[in-house]
């Protein structure tokens, strides 16, 4: 079975793996899933059975050969057999941290892979980069090497961080770039968070740009997703959940748990291929192989439905799947605040990927009318990469999971630079950056001119019937 590394950076990267590894618990029945829609083979003691071999994607079990999987599935279980998540935590202060080694699954974290410091990269990604970057790379690299000899069939390393802040943007560029270095045959997948355009880090601008530089330079394929995107997620399904209250229990304090809950269903859903069997199985590096048609073009637009626990029993299961599938596709749904199958934009691939009891016949289905609606360009269209998975998710009997690589991404790159600009024009803040022994100013030239190149390259994408030649890095043969 695959096997993953999950490298979490920073506040937002271990906050979001603060909400992940229960709910991996929670799907392997390791812990407790109290949703009324977990049902079926969930639970069962033929789905423990059957899953036992399974849980060594994300956790490494010691002996796994020699111990004949677990018959029984828990906490103790896992104590007992020395199990450990397969993760570096890395933050460069310890609050977030001290959560983890304070929590009951903190025996799951090996304590020689949580990497901490003080007092953090002040909102700098030259802190994170430059200064906490070299002092940390021995360890890193070394913690890294360990995890990847101990896996018999790595399948890719998972990095989480955000790009606002200082740490994960910047120490995070570090580590990708290490990664690509010294690991180039392992594939980098990076679930990354894009600021608010409201900033909650006035340097936000400047961190995200250096931050998504390093993304298109050293990641197989990235997850962005934006912090306004997820937030109006929430807003909509907490709206929904209030109507359908009759209790009227409804919280209107948004917080990260629940922006990370919408990132961690997306990490589960987006592993669960290359987890569990399926009729039409996928791995995650035909993500890459699929999505992927120009080595620039490597920002995917996610999104999946339900966002969360689904409304009444009294529809069929029919039109909820479908209705599943149209969600998916939505500009409501997605991860990022573009809409994919705008008019005005380019499809250049997308892939369609059900969790639960969706049939081959649904999905051909669902790829006829997706075909017929979304903006494909001439040698884009009819390819959508399918994939079926026959484990749901823990809160639903069926998910659906979209991935579109859409000449809207650009929207994302522009917002960012704008906001980068306003900054850039008074040189406002560009003294803690260039104080930092080993940052020039001249990185600041750099990342603008790589983002200008993606934004041309997808816009290019959107004008025409594709990429020329010439566009194309002359590095890569055909
Ligand atoms: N979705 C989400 N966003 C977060 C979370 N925590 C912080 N952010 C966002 O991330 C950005 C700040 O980055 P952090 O991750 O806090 O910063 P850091 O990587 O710890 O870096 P420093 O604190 O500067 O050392 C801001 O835009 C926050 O809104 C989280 O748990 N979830
Ligand atoms: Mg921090």
């Known amino acids: ?68 999987g677990f018959q029984t599935l828990n906490l103790s279980e896992l104590k007992k057999n020395n199990v450990k998540a397969r993760v570096i935590c890395i933050d460069m202060e310890d609050s977030v941290l001290s959560r983890f080694s304070n929590s009951k699954l903190s025996f799951l974290f090996d304590k020689s892979a949580i990497i901490r410091n003080y007092p953090g990269s002040s909102n700098n990604w030259a802190e994170g980069y430059c200064t906490h970057g070299s002092t940390f790379k021995n360890n890193i690299l070394k913690i890294v090497t360990k995890y990847v000899e101990r896996c018999d069939s790595l399948h890719g ?23 690509d270095d010294h690991f180039p045959n392992i594939e980098r997948f990076v679930v990354c968070v894009y600021p608010n355009g409201s900033e909650d880090v006035v340097t936000g601008p400047y961190n995200a740009m250096l931050a998504t530089q390093y993304l298109a330079r050293h990641a197989t394929c990235v997850f962005p997703a934006e912090n306004r995107a997820l937030q109006d997620l929430c807003d909509r399904r907490r709206l929904t959940t209030r109507s359908e209250d009759a209790r009227g229990c409804w919280s209107v304090a948004g917080t990260f ?6 990132l961690v269903k997306l990490l589960l859903h987006v592993t669960s291929g290359s987890r569990f069997s399926g009729q039409l199985n996928f791995d995650m590096n035909e993500i890459n192989t699929n999505m992927v048609p120009f080595p620039q073009m490597k920002f995917l637009c996610s999104s999946f439905s339900p966002i969360g626990i689904y409304e009444g029993n009294s529809v069929s299961s029919t039109t ?35 969790r639960g009891e969706y049939t081959l016949t649904d999905m051909r289905n669902y790829v006829n009318k997706l075909q017929r609606k979304a903006p494909y360009l001439e040698w884009s269209k009819k390819c959508t990469k399918v994939g079926l998975c ?23 790159f522009f917002h960012i630079s704008e906001q980068f600009h306003k900054l850039m024009r008074r040189k406002a803040h560009v003294h803690h950056y260039t104080k930092v022994p080993g940052f020039e100013f001249d990185c600041f030239y750099e990342c603008q001119n790589t983002i200008a190149d993606i934004i041309d390259i997808y816009e290019e994408a959107g004008t025409s019937n594709g990429i020329t030649e010439e566009r194309i890095s002359p590095n890569i043969n055909y």
């Not at 748990?257 to 919408?262: A, R």
């Not at 579109?404 to 650009?410: E, G, L, M, Q, V």
């Open 1 to 68: 079975m695959s096997e993953f590394l999950i490298i979490q950076v920073g506040q937002c990267g271990n906050q979001i793996g603060g909400s992940l590894w229960p709910s991996i618990l929670q799907e392997y029945k390791i812990l407790p899933c109290q949703h009324p829609n977990t049902v079926g083979r969930h639970g069962t003691s033929e789905y423990v059975r059957e899953q036992r071999f399974t849980l060594n994607s994300f956790l490494h079990i010691p002996n796994l050969e020699h111990s004949g």
């Open 157 to 179: 390393i998972l990095l989480v961080y955000s790009m606002g802040g200082g740490t994960g943007s910047g120490l995070g560029s570090f580590v990708l770039e290490q990664l």
């Open 257 to 262: 748990d629940d922006l990370n809950s919408i």
């Open 320 to 354: 909820i799947r479908e209705k599943n599938f149209w969600n998916a596709c939505s500009k409501t749904n997605q991860l990022l605040k573009i809409d994919p199958l705008d008019v005005d934009s380019s499809l250049m691939a997308s892939m369609l990927f059900g």
């Open 390 to 412: 026959s484990i749901p998710p823990i809160d639903s009997k069926f998910s659906m999971m979209a991935l579109f690589n859409t000449s809207s991404t650009k929207e994302i």
